[in-house]
């Protein structure tokens, strides 16, 4: 089974609707991160969680929130989804022990997101 | 503002050759970077770390840093087709911080 899991896959919604996007992961991690990335833009942090209660905003924030339901799972939301909002979104997950080579992040499998 | 600059291609080169991807950062404090390998519509895969100057290899791959010149590469060798992917760099820079910078990819092309 995928260590970080993302649900839906993929969705096709219209402009004003609100939506919900899932991640869930098994790795036992304490931070977790939600990404969107658009071609030629690369990856662009949304919003980032260190703990339950250890929630913080990203570069791109506007238009976008989240909840930390438990240690595991991290859930963003679109209030009213605009279509400047098509995307890739990726959640992310890392360890809190410190270590120079794997104190890095790593990433579920994606949601393909398109807003009508 | 912490960056981390790549060369988006595409770079092209044929299978069995050496394909050498760069990056540099603006940050000298970073401590460790990161390189993913990311196929098209699918998600950033951990190929290689490194922290320390100097070379580092695994397999086919070996990580060069440089923290005079503020600079990382990831060299290739012997290319396979099934290497073309986007190559992203990430930084993570000095403070504790739990962010990483990423750069915004290489397209490497590996022509049969």
Redesign the interface.
């Known amino acids: 089974d995928a260590d970080v899991t993302q649900t839906p896959r993929n969705r096709i919604t219209k402009t004003g609707k609100r939506i919900m996007l899932e991640c869930s992961q098994t790795k036992g991690h304490d931070?977790m991160?939600w990404y969107r990335q658009d071609p030629?833009?690369?990856?662009r942090?949304i919003y980032?969680s260190?703990d339950v209660k250890d929630i913080n905003k990203?570069e791109i924030s506007d238009g976008y929130s989240v909840s930390r339901q438990a240690q595991a799972k991290f859930s963003l939301s679109l209030e009213s989804a605009i279509p400047n909002q098509t995307a890739?979104y990726?959640c992310a997950t890392?360890p809190r022990k410190f270590s120079?080579?794997?104190?890095?992040?790593?990433?579920?499998?994606?949601t393909?997101l398109t807003v009508l | 503002q912490k960056e981390v600059e790549q060369n988006s291609g595409p770079l092209s080169v044929p299978e069995g050759a050496i394909a050498s991807l760069n990056c540099t950062y603006s940050d000298r404090g970073s401590q460790s970077f990161f390189w993913y390998r990311q196929y098209s519509g699918k998600s950033p895969e951990l190929i290689m770390s490194i922290y320390s100057n100097g070379d580092k290899e695994d397999g086919r791959f070996t990580a060069q840093l440089n923290k005079a010149s503020q600079y990382v590469s990831l060299l290739i060798r012997d290319s396979q087709p099934s290497d073309s992917a986007t190559y992203l760099c990430a930084g993570k820079p000095q403070g504790g911080s739990e962010k990483l910078v990423f750069g915004k990819g290489t397209k490497l092309t590996v022509n049969p």
């Open positions: 931070r991160y030629g833009l690369g990856l942090l980032y260190f990203g890739l990726f890392s120079l080579s794997t104190d890095t992040q790593y990433f579920g499998p994606g393909r």
